[in-house]
Each structure stands twice: as C-alpha cells, then as structure tokens.
C-alpha cells in the first residue's frame, strides 16, 4: 500500500512551522540547563517565530472548521505569555552558587560523625580548614571544567581532578602551615574512618561501584572518598598551569606566585577566599561566571550548583563572592 502526500504550499509552511517550534524549544531548553547563555535578541527572534507559527496554525484551523479568530485569542494568549515568561526567566546568564555545611549545626547523629571523623578535641577547627578553605576551591574546580571548553571527564575522574587542581592552587597561592594542617586532617579522618571493603583496588574504583547507591553519600563513606582524592593529590601535587590545561582552560597565563594568607578561618571568610580566588584564576585565563556562596545547617552538604539571577532573586537570597567579569 502506497501512501501519496501532496506536497500543497500550506503543508510545506505546517512542516516549516513545526520545525521553527522545534528548533526554538530546543535552543530554550539549552539555555534552561546553562549550556548556552542567550542574549535578549534571540529570545525575542525565538518567541516572534513562535508567535508567527502558533498564529498561522491557529487561522489555519479556524479556517478549516470555518470557526471565528477571536475563539481562539485566550488560548494564544496563554500560550504567548508562557513562552515570554519561560524566556525571562532564562535569560539572565548562569551564575555558580556553593554551598558549604555548617559545622556543628546538624543532627545529633551528623555532629557526632564529624567529630568522630575530625577528631573530636580539633573537629571545629579541622572542618572549617578543610570545607570554608580547600574545599571552596573544590567546588570552584568544578565551575571551571563546566565553563571551560573542554570534555567533561567521567563524574569520578572529575572529583579527583578538581582535587588535584585545589591542591595546585594552594601549593602555589596558600599558607605553608595551612598546608600542613590540610594534610594532617586528611591522614586523621582516613585513620578514623577506616578503608571499605578490600575488593576494591582504590578509592576510585569504590566511587565508581557506588556512586549513586543507598548510603553512599554520607560524611562517612563520600568523605572517605573524597579525602582519599586530596591524599593523592597532596602525594602527587601538580603544576597549577597543567592541572587549568587539563580542565579545559585555553590559553593558560601563568601568573606570579603569592601567598594569600587569611589569619582567621570560619564561617566570615569563606565568600572572601572564593572572590580572591576567582579573580587570580580570571588573570591565568579561566571563564568562570559570577559566583554567589551560602551555608548549609547540614555539614554534608557541600556542593556546586548553576543558577541564574531572575530579578535579583540570587543576589536577595546568597553573598555574592565576585560579580560577572
């Protein structure tokens, strides 16, 4: 059985149409998970396409019913003011929000881990060094590979990297007795948790086995992990410019070497060390994007997220560490 399609001037404009409200859906889509930023003017292209292709499709159905334009101006109307607000909403470009655990302010059972992991007589002092020093450069890491051109590594293989490259960066920018005491808190937690099942050959290969399993992202399990991941790194410590190249930064310009030295460590200074970070990373050629820090009652959380600023929504709601370049 043979099927004939007559190829009439109003199907082809229909196939066009439908292709015009693909392609825009598609490039809104993009834009709503941060792989692309889009300006205002095509947003404005995008919804005028839109708003030419609904209009034909409905005059072309009151057409054929023989039905009044007018029935269908609220359903248009929905729809128009649903394409322009979905567009204002994502329009504003993408900005990093991390966020870090608190200490001491989770539940009995996640205080007592913490200390039990930390050490209990240096856990307050051990959890800010690691989590509101290193580990906001971590975070950073991240934002680094995803804004940065080159291929994103396997999820596991992208957690020990951004390690490697937080330890190049303090290697290169931090306080030697900080360094120290980094290293010491990692040996002391991974004394105090104690290595999972000897079937695996490493701490990668439990990470890859487990990632996304029940319980695995605890503060024990995840952070024997990722303290195993810092191990490594501060047992191998690379060259800061190798470690940009390697998370997809272009055209890598290396910069004096300084020590930026924060006597007080805590809570206060966590959006500051995230500012003066990207601003040095900014001059070595990184594209990082505005980035806006917040804490979290739970000391598991620790994380990085892209948001976008709608009506100032991020800058109501989180410290901006440093603006858009």
């Keep these: 059985m043979k099927i004939k399609i007559k190829f009439t001037r109003i199907l082809v404009i ?22 692309i930023t889009l300006g205002v003017f095509p947003v404005i292209l ?18 054929q019913k023989n039905k009044r334009l007018k029935s269908y101006i609220p359903t248009f109307a929905i729809i128009l003011l ?41 856990a307050k002092e051990r959890f800010e060094l690691y989590f509101q020093w290193f580990n906001v450069l971590h975070e950073t890491g991240h934002c680094i ?11 596991v293989d992208e957690e020990q990297l951004v390690n490697d490259f ?16 980094l290293r010491l ?7 105090n948790i104690g290595r999972p099942p000897d079937k695996y050959a490493n701490h990668l290969e439990y990470a890859r086995d487990n990632w996304g399993k029940s319980g695995f992202f605890t503060f024990r399990n995840y952070g024997w992990f990722q303290f195993s991941c810092v191990n490594g790194s501060l047992g191998d410590i690379k060259p800061l410019e190798s470690v940009l190249a390697e998370m997809g930064v272009a055209n890598v310009s290396v910069r004096p070497k300084r020590t930026l030295a924060y006597p007080a460590i805590g809570e206060g200074a966590a959006a500051e060390i995230i500012g003066d970070a990207v601003a040095i990373l900014r001059e070595w050629g990184a594209t990082i994007p505005a980035v806006y820090h917040t ?4 000391p598991n959380n620790h994380m990085i997220q892209i948001k976008r600023n709608v009506f100032g929504s991020m800058d109501r709601s989180y410290i901006l560490a440093i603006a858009e370049q």
């Design 82 to 122: 649903g394409c322009i607000a979905y567009a204002i909403w994502f329009t504003p470009p993408p900005a990093a929000l991390i966020t870090t655990g608190r200490y001491g302010h989770g539940t009995p059972e996640e205080n007592e881990t913490v200390d039990a992991i930390l050490g209990e007589a240096r």
């Design 145 to 155: 590979v995803w804004f940065n051109g080159g291929s994103r590594p396997q999820i």
């Design 166 to 181: 937080a330890v190049a960066f303090w290697t290169y920018y931090g306080e030697e007795e900080k360094l120290g005491d």
């Design 46 to 63: 995008s919804l005028a396409f839109f708003t030419a292709c609904f209009a034909f499709w409905i005059y072309d159905e009151a057409k």
């Design 14 to 35: 229909k196939i066009f149409s439908v292709l015009i409200l693909i392609a825009t859906g598609c490039l809104l889509m993009a834009n709503a998970a941060c792989a």
């Design 295 to 298: 804490f979290d009652d739970n």
């Design 185 to 191: 808190t990692v040996a002391q937690a991974l004394d």
